[in-house]
């Protein structure tokens, strides 16, 4: 009979709680950020193309299950087949309830982001509990996180949570462990990683965060650098392993993404023809606008990310490892994209950083410990989050391509516009929509352009609409005429989500003086 001390009784209680709280959490962020979801994905980006390949691999599977030949080709969309292992279930599921539709594919489809956003949200509140040792600090900064940064609207945009769930996993995977290295934790961390790698098309610039994960995940005293020898002779097959399906994933991605651009033109020829900058200056003004542009800068859509930025320092003194990996994919997506003209596109805030911005709030969690909170700089962090609070509010609770379809209505959707005009401002589009919602009249949109000095005689007549006329909110919760039995289903998952939010809060709070003795 084993006889164990209350310390460690009290851990196994402790770690009991915290697993507990961590599945709590993930459902009560699935139904929150369920009840505000449009229910409704194919009008995002490429999403219909995804829906459509993922609906001719499930009709081929279904014939193959009765035992038919598969019948439906399959046009792989622009990022290739890998996110389709994540669609193709919730498609089959729908196929033997409802049979075959292409609204309730919409419909099911749409589930995808939410539930990929509130895995993120449970693995920075479970990171973050490592991090600060404080159950409270990491409850705090994972609900800012999940609701004061983009991370919001994207759970309904979808595009890049697939990408960003599984990096974020393999980090975690990679840096959180003090056992010996294992098999199934290999095997894990290299299926995240060749997810990662392969779901998107900007996965050859995250290489080199995964090739750094996966030094630190086998070489466990990464400062010893005479130590990475014996590494190497150690742990050669585990290593192997790692490499070998990261490429087998990144080899699939891109032999399917080759097949969609095979019928739209080379994508490397379009690149160098259109959209390729001209000189090292404009590569440095794009670097720059990744993070302070008034339509696309990551300061206004994820000021806390930003946040995670401006303390690295105190992070590598805490968690180096953490904050080369926050670093190195920062690094690759601002660099690549700044050799673009169009260094973002017409989506809600800096799409294309989406990835970086749960690693970089984790560096601010890790920073809790160095940082002397005054009361100045506990104001500065509230404000932060605030100000995103009320950002992603505006970014989910409207459509995106709204301010996409007022620009093509009145003949100004030019990507210089949409970039740099600050007429074009989504956040500042978003809250006139919101301004209209609540108090319907007349809005004209874009406001006149300002003429330096004279406007001149032969100048284009300018066009402006009644921007009242395009504030529908997206939420299917906010419009009962759609769906009013579903609209009610989302109100019930709304106060059921808030509740679970509370019951955690609440648990936290009080467990917390235990986890201190």
Not at 208 to 220: D, E, K, Q, V
Not at 261 to 284: A, Q
Not at 451 to 473: I, M, V
Request: a positive charge; charged letters at 15%.
């Amino acid at each position: 009979m084993s006889h164990r001390s209350p310390q460690a009784k009290l851990s196994q209680v402790n770690a009991f709680v915290e697993s507990r709280i961590c599945w709590l959490w993930f459902l009560a962020m699935f139904l929150t950020y369920l009840s505000f979801s449009p229910l409704a994905i194919a009008g995002m980006g490429y999403m219909d193309e995804n829906i459509e390949s993922a609906q001719q691999i499930a009709a081929n599977l279904s014939q193959w299950m009765k035992g038919r030949s598969a019948q439906s080709p399959i046009n792989w969309p622009r990022h290739g087949a890998v996110e389709m292992i994540f669609e193709v279930p919730l498609l089959l599921v729908q196929r033997a309830l409802s049979g075959e539709s292409a609204y309730l594919a919409d419909r099911i489809v749409s589930l995808q982001p939410v539930l990929m956003t509130s895995a993120i949200s449970t693995i920075v509140l479970k990171w973050s509990r490592r991090l600060t040792g404080n159950l409270k600090q990491a409850i705090v900064i994972a609900f800012a996180a999940s609701f004061a940064t983009m991370l919001w609207p994207y759970a309904y945009i979808g595009l890049e949570t697939t990408q960003s769930l599984f990096l974020l996993l393999a980090g975690f995977l990679a840096l959180n462990y003090e056992k010996s290295v294992s098999w199934p934790r290999t095997l894990a961390l290299a299926l995240s990683a060749g997810v990662a790698a392969s779901a998107k098309s900007n996965g050859l610039f995250l290489l080199p965060a995964l090739g750094f994960l996966a030094g630190a995940y086998l070489w466990r005293d990464w400062q010893d650098y005479q130590a990475i020898f014996g590494v190497l002779k150690k742990e050669w097959a585990k290593a192997s392993c790692l490499a070998s399906i990261i490429l087998v994933f990144y080899l699939v991605g891109s032999y399917s993404r080759a097949s969609y651009w095979k019928r739209h033109g080379s994508l490397m020829d379009y690149v160098s023809r259109h959209v390729l900058i001209e000189s090292p200056i404009t590569f440095l003004m794009n670097l720059w606008s990744q993070f302070f542009s008034l339509n696309k800068g990551l300061v206004f859509f994820a000021p806390m990310a930003v946040v995670g930025l401006l303390v690295i320092r105190q992070t590598f003194r805490n968690e180096p490892q953490l904050a080369y990996f926050s670093l190195l994919i920062l690094g690759g997506a601002t660099c690549s994209l700044s050799l673009l003209f169009p260094w973002q596109d017409e989506v809600w805030g800096p799409r294309y950083l989406h990835s970086a911005v749960a690693p970089l709030v984790l560096c601010l969690a890790a920073a809790l410990r160095q940082i002397n909170w005054s009361r100045k700089r506990k104001t500065m962090l509230f404000a932060a989050v605030v100000f995103g609070l009320m950002v992603s509010f505006l970014g989910s609770v409207f459509y995106y391509g709204l301010l996409y379809n007022a620009a093509n209505a009145t003949g100004t959707s030019t990507l210089e516009r949409l970039l740099n005009d600050p007429r074009f401002n989504h956040i500042r589009f978003n809250l006139r929509l919101l301004r209209c919602r609540l108090a319907p009249g007349t809005e004209q949109w874009p406001e006149p352009e300002y003429w330096w000095f004279a406007k001149p005689p032969d100048a284009p007549p300018e066009r402006s609409l009644n921007l009242c006329n395009y504030s529908r909110p997206q939420p299917l919760i906010f419009d009962s005429t759609k769906a009013p039995r579903l609209a009610n289903l989302l109100r019930l998952s709304l106060l059921a989500g808030v509740f679970l939010l509370a019951w955690i809060g609440r648990v936290g709070w009080r467990a917390e003086p235990e986890q201190k003795e």
